[in-house]
């Protein structure tokens, strides 16, 4: 799949931001029923230096923080797994999937 351009405005800002030493970044809008141009859903995974000593609030704050006006504007859902080089390589350099979507109020 291509890549859009709010992906790759998004993997810009983190690259700079950040100096990963691995980031993922899916684009998960087909999964919630819109079509992969909406670029309206989205999981990162990012590890990073800068998360050290750092709370999961904080790392998610600094990540929000760089991404405001994409969130603004555009992005509706970011689920974000961030982690340290050490915390990463502790749970064997994978994160979580994302959990099937149930369609809001049709989960129920």
């Not at 993922?24 to 809008?29: A, F, G, R, Y």
């Not at 904080?58 to 689920?79: D, G």
Request: aromatic content about 6%; some cysteine.
């Amino acid at each position: 799949m291509s890549v859009g351009p709010m992906e790759s405005q998004v993997q810009k800002k983190i690259l700079e931001a950040f100096q990963p030493q691995h980031l993922l970044i899916e684009n998960e809008s087909p999964s919630h029923g819109l079509p992969a141009s909406a670029e309206k859903h989205f999981r990162v995974e990012l590890v990073s230096d800068q998360f050290s000593g750092k709370s999961r609030m904080e790392r998610h704050q600094m990540v929000y923080a760089l991404l405001k006006p994409e969130l603004e504007v555009q992005i509706h859902a970011l689920t974000m797994h961030l982690f340290t080089i050490e915390e990463w390589l502790q749970r064997g350099q994978s994160a979580s999937e994302s959990p099937q979507c149930l369609g809001g109020s049709r989960g129920r």
